[in-house]
């Protein structure tokens, strides 16, 4: 039974990092997009590329701190105990990106979108670092088992974290790129394409480049999690990196479809194979899954809620997208 | 240097979470009815429009959709923000209670996401969908907004009737009973009295700003529409919300003794016990100041013992275990607030329907104007203040008759910083939250243009138009 919530927490995960990763990177490539004036192209393709229901992203995050709490509350008393500083600057970041999401849509002034885009952007940088550090914290076993406090500061400010925030941050740019090259194409905006093709293959190589360094850094760091890595998840990571170097691929040779898709499935890979690494833990090596698991009765109703949110929500979320795609065919789009 | 970092590191954090969870909850709590019932209002104003080819209803339901995505991404953020709290600033309660008190949030979860995923829809819908098929896709955002409520308050209602649960005999929960934690004994009251206030809430304050506007002199038909639709449904509500509040007060009276001796401000056990309107409650446990009603507070009770109802007083409770003299007195002070403006609002309410009833239009009078364009900030006031009864009353407990709220906070001192840093932001959310939706309304005025691309959550912008170039339009 706890596994099957662990499942669940980790499917949670993967679809925070996919559907939030790729808002986030949006975000990133709008702050690095340059001023007013050179950036106002690149931006409009951003804007039109950020996703219906958005800020509804986040709904999985909740979702993963209420299946925290409910199934393993110990070890989410652990983990916000452990992890204050970071969640404390993710919830902030949450507030500002969301403002400036809900805000910039509906003022006209230049100035005022310039203000609120700049706190989208900047947000979009330090949600994800701040979420990829305590990822690293978890993994390099930084925070003790039992509603106990680690360190406060060491717990997110270590190799581990720190590799953990910058691959969080080069990743969504790298998914964002991939979906925004695909957007770009749809408005026939070449130019754009281009653009962006650039900046995901760029985004794809900083990737690479961090994945290698991050080897080193988990064999030093987090013993648990590297040998998992290249034990039991190595399918995984393999599959990971197939999917990055074939995304990448179609994305050199401007083939016309597949490469977003691979870019999605190289992000859910290496984020499932993380939690295929700690296996049995939820804390590496301090608490297993199944010595953290609440009463049989609370695990149920997570499943239960599962087996109705997919009834629930699912159809409409079919429902939107059918319209969303719809709603851009050209000749309404006037 | 350092002894700057002593002392803040001895800075207590359990004042500072109290009110970091106080402030963020009560700001939250003002996006909520709007989130709940704003939806409704829309879909009567485009159920008109369809039936009778009412092009102000028509005009209203769009608008009224713009607006309620604006607050409604504001809601979602701020609601964030608050699941992160539990965690940081109450780790110990979660730790121990959150594999019971946590089940409700996993329900509301699944509502506020189809919430969410419906409003884009309806808002996606204006231009892409068949009018009634349109209409149909806004009923899922009116019922989730209901059972999403509903599945808040029950966690709430969890702590002050926390039940559901097995302890072994060191405390920690060896068995749940999600069932019964979700339908706990306080949750239909308080649920049926928030999604209500909900209504009575948002109906006033959509209400008061097309009465402020046809103070203005805008008396057109489109203003008067906006008013009845908002204005009707909040005072249909006034006289359940009495009724219901007048059965939750009992079910404290029997459940809750020493919050009951707070609401009414009764410190030593008595029968025939006065309603004391106002007034304060001294260290020494006299009662200065305030009118007192002979025999009412009894009365109220248990109308069958009449003026006999014996009410058990603060002294009743040592004194670890009821609030302190100035949480008394915020309680009964929040508690005259609510029940007198609860009251003021449903007179208020009766005029109106006297008016449609004698003259069948709406009062146009000055005098009716103003009280209505005031009844949206007093009917906020009212449910803050309803839910700091609530909350301080329950003091000290966090959950009632098993833990301390100092038992349960965090031992992180520096949640001060964040404290400060969270009044901040969330003092410039609101502001540019009321600013934004100003100027919509300003834009909407002058232009009169429709489109659904400048609404969050609504479709993306058109291709190839850059965000600066909307700014031409006139
Ligand atoms: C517009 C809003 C509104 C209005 C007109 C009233 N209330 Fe209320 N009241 C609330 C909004 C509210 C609330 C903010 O929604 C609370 C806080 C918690 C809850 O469930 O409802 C609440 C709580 C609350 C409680 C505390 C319940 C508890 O601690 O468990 C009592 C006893 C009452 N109410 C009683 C009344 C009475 C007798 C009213 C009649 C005049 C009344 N309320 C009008
Ligand atoms: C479902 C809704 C709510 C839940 C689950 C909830 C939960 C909590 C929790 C866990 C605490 C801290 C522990 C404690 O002091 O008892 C608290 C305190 C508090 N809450 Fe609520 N709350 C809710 C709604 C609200 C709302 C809407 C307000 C609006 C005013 C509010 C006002 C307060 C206040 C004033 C305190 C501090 C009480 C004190 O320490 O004296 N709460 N609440
Ligand atoms: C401790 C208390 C609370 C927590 C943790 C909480 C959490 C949340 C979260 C996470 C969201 C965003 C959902 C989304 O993204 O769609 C949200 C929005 C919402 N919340 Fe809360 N909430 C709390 C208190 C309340 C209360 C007391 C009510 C109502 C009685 C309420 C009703 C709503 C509604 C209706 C929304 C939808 C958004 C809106 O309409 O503004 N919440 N809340």
Known sequence: MSTAVAIVLMVAIVAYAVFAGADFGAGFWDLVAGGAGRGARPRAVIEHSIGPVWEANHVWLIFVFAVLWTSFSQAYASITLTLFVPLAIAALGIVLRGAGFAFRKSVQRVEYRRVFGAAFALSSVIVPYALGSIAGAIASGRVPAGGRAGDPVSSWVNPTSILGGVLAVAAVA???????????????????????????????????????????????DAEYVFDGLTGRALPLVILSVACGIGALVLLVRDAARGGRLLAVGAVASIVAAWGVAQWPYLLPESLKVSAAAAPDATLITVLVVVGLAALVVLPGFVLLYVLDQRGLLPEESS | MSTLAATLAAVDPVPWARGQMAFTLAFHIILVPLGVSWAFFTLIANYRALKHDDRDALLLAQRWSKYMAVTFA??????????????????????????????PF????????????????????????????????????????????????????????????????????????????????????????????????????????????????????????????????????????????????????????????????????????????????????????????????????????????????????PADERPTTRQVNIVHLSWDVMVGLGTLLFLLSVWYGLVWAVR???????????????????????????????????????????????????????????FVAVVLLYTALGVTTVLVLRGMSRRWRRGDCFTDDDAPYGPRAPAGRAPDEQEVAP
């Open chain 2, 106 to 317: 996993l329900f509301e979860g699944i509502f506020f996401f189809t919430e969410a995923i419906f409003i884009t829809i309806y808002i996606f819908g204006w231009r892409r969908l068949r009018p009634w098929t349109h209409f149909w896709t806004g009923v899922p955002i009116v019922l989730a907004g209901i059972f999403g409520s509903a599945s808040v308050v029950a966690a709430n209602a969890w702590m002050n009737a926390p039940t559901g649960f097995t302890l072994d005999s060191s405390g920690t929960i060896v068995d749940v009973d999600p069932w019964r934690v979700i339908f706990n004994d306080a949750m239909p009251l308080q649920a049926a009295h928030m999604i209500i206030a909900a209504y009575i809430v948002g109906g006033f304050l959509v209400a008061s700003v097309y009465a402020t506007g046809m103070l203005r002199g805008r008396r057109d038909r489109y203003h008067r529409v906006g008013f009845i639709i908002a204005f009707s449904v909040a005072a249909a509500m006034t006289p359940v919300q009495l009724v219901v509040g007048d059965a939750l007060a009992r079910w404290v009276y029997d459940n809750q003794p020493a919050k009951f001796a707070a609401i009414e401000l009764v410190p030593e056990t008595a029968s025939d016990v006065p309603e004391t309107l106002l007034g304060r409650l001294n260290d020494d446990g006299t009662v200065s100041g305030g009118f007192a009603i002979p025999g009412l507070a009894s009365w109220l009770s248990d109308p069958s013992s009449g003026r006999d109802t014996v009410v058990q007083g603060l002294d009743a409770f």
């Open chain 1, 174 to 220: 790298y998914l964002a790129a991939a979906y925004l090259v695909w957007d770009a194409r749809r408005l026939s905006d070449a130019a754009m394409a281009a653009y962006f093709r650039r900046r995901a293959v760029a985004a794809a190589a900083a990737v690479a480049v961090i994945a290698a360094v991050g080897v080193f850094v988990l064999r030093a």
């Open chain 2, 360 to 418: 069948r239009r709406m009062p146009r009078s000055k005098w009716f104007l103003r009280a209505a364009a005031a009844s949206g900030v007093l009917a906020v006031i009212t449910m803050e203040a309803g839910w700091v009864v609530t909350e301080v009353g329950r003091q000290p407990w966090i959950v009632y008759g098993h833990m301390k709220v100092e038992d349960a906070a965090t031992s992180n001192t520096g949640v001060w910083i964040m």
């Open chain 2, 74 to 103: 504001v809601g979602a953020v701020t609601g964030t923000v608050l699941s992160f709290e539990f965690g940081l600033l109450w780790p110990r309660f979660m730790g121990q209670w959150g594999e019971a008190f946590g089940i």
